[in-house]
Every structure is written in C-alpha cells, then in structure tokens.
C-alpha cells in the first residue's frame, strides 16, 4: 500500500529565503507525481506534474526534483514571498505495474509560512 | 475556461439525513474524481469515473456513499444516512486523460470542495 509522507509537517521562514519542502513515498512504481498548494477555504492549485521518466520540472520560481528509485521528491521554493505562504501537498500516482486505487496518494502536506 | 466546480461550498447536516454533492468538472474532461478530507487526516481517494462508468470504487468507504455521473458530465455523490464520521472536506477533480503517459493531459483539477458537517 502506498504511504506518503512530507517533512516538515510546518514551517516557518523569512521572506526572501529559499527552501525545500520534501516528499517521500513507499511504493516506488509511480506514474506521476504532483505538488500542490493549499489557501484556506480554497481548492487545490496544482503547481507541478513530474512524470515518472523525469528528473525534474520548473515553474518560475519553483522547481520540483524527482527520484523514484529512493522514493523522494524536493520543493524547492527560491526567493520566498509572503504571498507563497499555504499548505504545500505532494501527491503521486501508481504506475501500471503497482498495487492500488487509481486516484492519487496524498500526502499530510507542509503548513508554510512566509514572514514579512 | 471555468474550472471544476462543486455545490453547495458548505452543508451544515444532521445525522440520519442525506445530503447530495454536485460536482462539475472541466469541459472536455472524460476523467472525474471524488475524495475527501476527514479532520486531521490525509486527502484520500473515493473513486474515478470515465464518462459515465466507474472505473474505480475502491475508496468508497461503504454503502451509504453513491455516486453517479449521468450523461459523462457533472456528477453527484449521495451520503444517506449521514454519520457523524461523514464530516469533512469532499473534494472533485477531474482531468482531461488517465493513461496517456508523459503528457500533462493527465494533471487533475480540483475544485474548491464541499465542507460537511454533520451534528
């Protein structure tokens, strides 16, 4: 069964900073994996799609790593603003040839916090 | 391009009653999906429709949960009888394809959730 897990669980960091929110996963026959971020009382945003053959993907000021054979992937988040202050979640997709439902495997999420 | 959308934004319930979800996916979008949130606890998967069959249910966590998509475009999820541990957030996504590999037709959408509370 697939587990995911981020670290940390929060965090907390001037503005300006860059940072790494990170994602682990148990089951490594992934398809794909997505980050998203989280505002309060709102949906999902997604930020962020790796497919599983990628090593990495960017957007602006982030960019997403991918290493499937250890079961990890990094958020990085460079310059950070007030304004990416949420609740980062990390979610994959099982690969073909792994156990599971279809939907995507969630993880806690990071609670971030960007002080002005 | 409206995005997925979900009625009502919030469901205030008691036990014993039932409550229908709407969800409303991206034009275009074959795939659709429903999960929730319970307090303190992870999104997690309930099931996946391509057009209007299921294609998994395995997350539906008992009878009492019924989900339908008539026609392939919007969708609803029946709750009856509403139990106390039905509370929390009910997320839909949809998404334009399931199986096309290393392409983002594969990204899900979600909308902004249903929050149920049931006293």
């Known amino acids: 069964k697939q587990e995911v897990t981020q670290i940390p669980a929060a965090l907390s960091v001037p503005e300006g900073e860059n940072l790494v929110l990170n994602c682990s996963f148990t089951?490594?026959?992934?398809?794909?994996l997505q980050w998203f971020r989280q505002d309060p009382g709102k949906g999902l945003t997604s930020l962020l799609l790796?497919?599983?053959?990628?090593r990495e993907q960017t957007s602006g000021r982030l960019n997403a790593s991918l290493d499937k054979s250890s079961g990890r992937s990094t958020l990085y988040i460079a310059a950070s603003q007030p304004g990416d202050s949420a609740t980062y979640l990390c979610?994959?997709?099982?690969?073909?040839?792994?156990?599971?439902?279809?939907?995507?495997?969630f993880g806690k999420g990071t609670h971030l916090i960007i002080q002005p | 391009e409206a995005g997925v959308t979900q009625f009502p934004s919030h469901s205030v319930i008691e036990k014993g009653q039932t409550v229908t979800l709407r969800c409303d996916p991206i034009?275009?979008?074959?795939?659709l999906y429903w999960y929730r949130r319970v307090m303190g606890k992870e999104i997690k998967f309930l099931l996946h429709?391509?057009?209007?069959?299921?294609?998994?249910e395995s997350g539906m966590p008992n009878n009492r949960f019924l989900a339908e998509r008539t026609g392939g475009t919007y969708s609803t999820l029946k709750v009856q009888p509403a139990e106390l541990e039905d509370s929390g957030v009910y997320f839909c996504?949809?998404?334009?394809?399931?199986?096309?590999?290393?392409?983002?037709?594969?990204?899900?959408?979600f909308g902004a959730g249903t929050r149920l509370s049931v006293l």
């Open positions: 996504a949809s998404s334009q394809d399931w199986g096309s590999p290393g392409t983002d037709k594969n990204i899900q959408y």
């Open positions: 089951d490594s026959a992934i398809y794909n």
């Open positions: 790796i497919q599983s053959s990628q």
């Open positions: 979610a994959v997709r099982r690969g073909d040839s792994g156990g599971g439902a279809d939907g995507l495997t």
């Open positions: 034009s275009g979008h074959d795939n």
């Open positions: 429709f391509v057009k209007e069959s299921k294609q998994d």
